[in-house]
């Protein structure tokens, strides 16, 4: 779908976005970042797949 109007565009993707996921915020100590995002590539995933899926391993073994 593509938008003439970049303005249009971001309110798209806003309203998609609210309806489809939760919001979460992640604080790390500083410096882990950046081991977080090599850690998500090695595994062939996005810093956030990465995140969910090592809760979701931590929440079954529990």
């Given at each position: ?51 969910m899926y090592c809760v979701d391993e ?5």
């Open positions: 779908m593509a938008f003439a109007d970049k303005k249009e565009a971001f309110k798209y993707v806003n309203e998609y976005q609210k309806e489809k996921y939760d919001r979460i915020t992640v604080m790390a100590d500083k410096g882990k970042k950046a081991k977080y995002q090599n850690a998500a590539k090695n595994a062939g995933m996005s810093l956030s797949a990465f995140i931590k929440i079954q073994t529990e």
